[in-house]
């Protein structure tokens, strides 16, 4: 008898309790699922927040603790026929974290021991009519991870935890921004399908445009539980076609063809149509199972085809170059469980709305929820998305050989026909650490992951999604490669070829240096700051609070982080002695030295193909380089990115003789008009002007040699230099802040209630005021504001609108912990 495919999600009755280990609590408790243990301890009161203080250090105990999960399901009787040709009955669970024994009714089904894959059990003779147990017993993953490491032999990497030698998210066991959580649970849904005949075992979709139209490809993979013909229909855009699948086949394919569809664009450059191919499964006409993929229509590819600067690494879609204006993406939270849609689709569109149009979903982490993914293709936001390894050296034998390409099987089918996928690549930063960082001669001849980024995912992802683009690593050159032996071709972050990540500024140079580079593409960049004011707070209970108290250095996990950070701060400003300048001088230290990076590799186009800047978001409160903290709140770096990709900017940048406007046009409309030089004093007086007509072709750059007369300071410390064209200024600085004639600003403010309920703010400069920003939150823990870092003349005003506060006051606008400037931190002022 034919039935359709029933899913059904098993959410209720969860309870869970250690079963072994140093734990801390005794008795059973209520569990959610989707979760993980920490949270349902939370739930109960028995532990704190971990994100709270030093509770980190207090938790560590949960990681080494066995717990196990258990609840009851009732079977319908009519779901648990069992003639050949009635109900199947599978377990399923989309995740979980991470080694368990999976066991139903007492029958002990799978030992499993991958957080990234999908596992399927046949259940049909094991579940009965009426209540059936199911416990999911979970192993400590640090005492797990500890002895698979000695099984299968010590390997190099950044931390003492051997996170490489278990697939469980490598961030989970902490990292210089993260948290060390090592928990454990049912971290994605589990459901019970019960099925008649066949099903849809995996469904493969590819849209690909074709002139004014469009194809669909599908190709299906079946689980049978009889040997019946089949038919298999395709929809989609108002098409139609229908396959017969002969009794002895497990597979079918269908081409559908489509007259009229629109092109699918990355935001920035047209719309995002979107398309629903439903794939249904019949006998007899009777339905079996569905499935509805949606789908864009675009071409992609990335051009590295070496030039005479060497090779490029450019993004081409639909056959126009892409400049990348990206952002690197961990996990949303510690506990990802908690990410719903909601918060996945505030943040990405925190990410839009900074002019980005590409999120790598960076290797330490999880491959990303189907949640990420529909908004991703709603938005335009491309995603590139590692697949799981990072910073260290992996073994290639078993049981981690087995479960890597299962793992990467799942996923490349799972994510392989979204709009938004730009490209896979291999691992963060392991091919480079396997030259540079002292590898060779720790492994001692073991394997490190070669096999992996050259030999498996090309082939997994030739077989399963030949059409997505694939690098073997970040940062990596093309034409790289493996011996047997030995990498082979250009080293791995080489600027000349492909992408790079440049660390040494924040790690030993100052970020003025990044114009010492050229580089073709830059995957990773970034600097240092601490999170909104109203997080530290919220977190951090010190008194005093001061940027070495314990919970600050609880809340900074990078090396030497702190000395980094006013190592970074001294060159441009002084380091302040009390918190709440220190907390605005490294905020406005972080924008800086990303902005002055993003104009910089901007000025280079086309030979700079892009940037992506480290990182865009936090998965708990601390010192960081992201741009949205771990509460949510935008830190001014966010600003920085927005005003450095927007789609009309004009820069000052050194040249080999002097200095250049550059004007960079990211529009499909050309760019004409005038371009206005101007030095100016710090008294808001013109000494020296010249302008010039300027057209800038759309999609862009445009470099203009400043005349001499006019890079030429009477006075360094009070006079800046301006570009500007159509409203887009561009700033130069004779010298640094610190050695500068700013004085206090002066400022006065107009508030004018809009009907929406936001505040458009009104400010005045009475004097020159540098990087000007409202730290909104100080207002009202929710607020936010659409604009910083804005520089005005004397008796120029900007609006800034802000929303989340029921009423704004001019005063509070304009307290000096709210409307913060340069000018602040400089020791006239």
């Not at 940027?547 to 060159?571: E, Y």
């Not at 003349?793 to 409307?819: C, K």
Request: charged share 20%; aromatic share 8%.
């Amino acid at each position: 008898m034919a039935r359709p495919l029933i899913r059904r999600p098993l959410t209720d009755g969860w309870r869970v309790h250690a079963a072994s280990g140093p734990a801390q609590v005794s008795n059973a408790i209520s569990a959610v699922v989707p979760g993980v243990v920490h949270l349902d301890l939370m739930r109960a009161g028995l532990i704190p927040d971990p994100y709270l203080d030093d509770n980190e250090s207090a938790l560590a105990w949960i990681g080494l603790v066995d717990w196990t999960y258990e609840t009851t399901f009732a079977l319908d009787p009519d779901d648990g026929e069992h003639e050949q040709d009635a109900a199947r009955q599978t377990l399923v669970f989309d995740g979980l974290d991470t080694v368990a024994t999976v066991i139903v009714n007492g029958h002990a089904l799978a030992e499993v021991a991958n957080q990234h894959r999908t596992y399927r059990l046949d259940v049909t003779d094991i579940v009965t009519a009426g209540q059936n147990r199911l416990t999911v017993a979970f192993r400590s993953p640090v005492r797990y991870a500890n002895a698979q490491s000695v099984a299968l032999g010590a390997r190099p990497g950044p931390y003492p935890s051997p996170f490489d030698a278990i697939r469980k998210s490598a961030c989970s066991f902490g990292w210089d921004w993260g948290i060390a959580t090592a928990t454990s649970g049912i971290w994605r849904e589990v459901r019970l399908e019960s099925w008649s005949i066949a099903r849809l075992d995996e469904v493969r979709v590819v849209a690909s445009p074709d002139g004014e139209g469009g194809i669909v490809r599908v190709h299906v993979g079946l689980e049978r539980a009889a040997d019946t013909d089949l038919e298999l229909t395709v929809r989609a855009a108002g098409a139609e076609q229908t396959a017969c699948i002969a009794a002895s086949a497990s597979s079918a394919d269908v081409e559908l063809l489509i007259s009229d569809v629109e092109r699918w664009w990355p935001a920035g450059h047209g719309a995002q149509p979107l398309y629903d191919v439903d794939v249904i499964l019949t006998a007899e006409g009777a339905p079996l199972d569905t499935a509805t993929c949606r789908v864009g229509f675009r071409d992609l590819r990335w051009d590295t085809e070496a030039d005479a600067a060497g090779t490029p690494f450019t993004l081409i879609v639909n056959d126009r170059p892409i400049y990348v204006k990206g952002v690197n993406w961990i996990p949303d939270d510690a506990f990802p469980s908690r990410v719903d849609r909601t918060r996945y689709r505030a943040r990405l569109e925190q990410a839009k709305n900074a002019n980005l149009n590409l999120i790598r979903v960076w290797g330490g982490g999880i491959y990303e929820s189907e949640e990420f993914y529909d908004l991703a293709d709603e938005l335009g936001l491309l995603v590139w998305q590692d697949f799981l390894f990072a910073c260290a050296a992996y073994a290639e034998e078993e049981p981690l050989r087995g479960e890597i390409e299962a793992e990467a099987r799942d996923n490349v089918s799972r994510l392989a026909h979204r709009a938004s996928l730009a490209l896979f690549t291999g691992n963060n930063e392991n091919t480079w650490g396997y030259e540079d960082w002292g590898w060779k001669a720790l492994l001692d001849g073991k394997t490190w992951g070669a096999h992996y980024y050259y030999e498996l995912f090309p082939q997994v992802i030739g077989e399963i999604a030949p059409h997505v683009p694939y690098a073997p690593g970040s940062p990596f050159s093309p034409g790289g490669g493996w011996d047997g032996h030995l990498q082979t071709g250009p080293h791995p972050n080489d600027e000349q070829h492909g992408t790079m990540h440049l660390w040494e500024q924040w790690n030993r140079l100052d970020w003025p240096t990044y114009r010492d580079h050229r580089p073709r593409f830059v995957a990773e960049f970034g600097w240092q700051g601490p999170p909104a004011w109203t997080t530290v707070t919220r977190a951090i209970s010190d008194d005093p609070l001061t940027p070495d108290s314990p919970g600050m250095i609880v809340h900074q996990k990078a090396i030497d982080g702190n000395t980094k950070l006013a190592a970074g701060l001294v060159a441009h400003y002084r380091v302040p002695d009390d918190i709440e300048s220190w907390h605005w001088a490294m905020q406005l230290n972080q924008a800086n030295a990303v902005g002055c990076a993003l104009d910089w590799f901007r000025s280079l186009a086309p030979h700079n193909s892009g940037a992506i800047v480290w990182q865009l978001n936090d998965c708990w409160p601390v010192t960081s380089w992201a741009a949205i903290d771990g509460d949510g709140r935008e830190k001014p770096l966010l600003f920085a990115i927005k005003n450095a990709f927007a789609p009309r900017v004009v820069t000052i940048q050194p040249a080999a003789d002097g200095l250049d406007a550059v004007l960079s046009n990211d529009t499909d409309d050309e760019w004409g008009g005038d371009l206005v030089l101007r030095r100016v004093g710090f008294d808001g007086l013109v000494r020296t002007a010249h302008t010039s007509p300027v057209t800038v072709a759309p999609r862009s750059t445009m470099r203009v040699q400043i005349p001499a007369d006019i890079v030429a300071a009477e006075n360094a410390a009070s006079e800046l230099l301006l570009a500007e064209a159509s409203g887009n200024r561009g700033l130069w600085w004779f010298a640094e802040p610190r050695d500068s004639a700013l004085a206090a600003p002066g400022l006065t403010a107009e508030v004018a209630r809009r009907d929406d309920g936001s505040h458009d703010v009104t400010i005045a400069a009475g004097a020159l005021t540098r990087d000007l920003t409202l730290l909104v939150d100080r207002l009202a823990p929710d607020a936010t504001v659409d604009r910083g870092l804005v520089t005005l003349l004397p008796g120029e005003q900007a609006v800034f609108r802000i929303t989340g506060v029921a009423e704004v006051d001019a005063a509070a606008v304009l307290h000096p912990l709210v409307a913060r400037s340069g000018n602040q931190l400089v020791g006239s002022v």
